[in-house]
C-alpha cells in the first residue's frame, strides 16, 4: 500500500489516516513502524463536518469523540 502511495504522489496525507486506522485496530508494530518513517506533518481531520474531535497526538488525526 505504501508503494502505491508513494507511487501516486499525493498531497493529502493518507499515510497518517492509514496508520491512526492500523493503530486502532491493533495491527503489529512492525507494521505500524512502516507507517511512522513516513512522518507526521500535518494535523488534519480524518472527516468533514465532524462536530466533537479529539486530536491523536502520534498520527496527528482530528477523530470524532464518539471512536474514543
Same mark, same amino acid.
Request: with cysteine.
Given at each position: 500500500?505504501?508503494?502505491? *502511495?508513494?507511487? *501516486?504522489?499525493?498531497? +493529502? /496525507? +493518507?499515510?497518517? &489516516?492509514?496508520? $491512526? +486506522?492500523? #493503530?486502532?485496530? !491493533?495491527?503489529?508494530?512492525?507494521? *505500524?513502524? *512502516?507507517?511512522? #518513517?513516513?512522518?507526521?506533518?500535518?494535523? $488534519? +481531520?480524518?472527516?468533514?463536518?465532524? #462536530?466533537?474531535?479529539?486530536?491523536?497526538? !502520534? $498520527?496527528?488525526?482530528?477523530? /470524532? #469523540? &464518539?471512536?474514543?
Amino acid at each position: 500500500m505504501l508503494r502505491i *502511495l508513494t507511487a *501516486l504522489d499525493y498531497v +493529502y /496525507p +493518507y499515510h497518517q &489516516s492509514i496508520g $491512526f +486506522y492500523m #493503530k486502532r485496530t !491493533e495491527y503489529p508494530n512492525a507494521d *505500524l513502524d *512502516l507507517i511512522r #518513517k513516513c512522518g507526521t506533518r500535518f494535523n $488534519f +481531520y480524518l472527516d468533514y463536518g465532524i #462536530k466533537v474531535v479529539v486530536l491523536d497526538d !502520534e $498520527f496527528k488525526v482530528f477523530f /470524532p #469523540k &464518539s471512536l474514543d
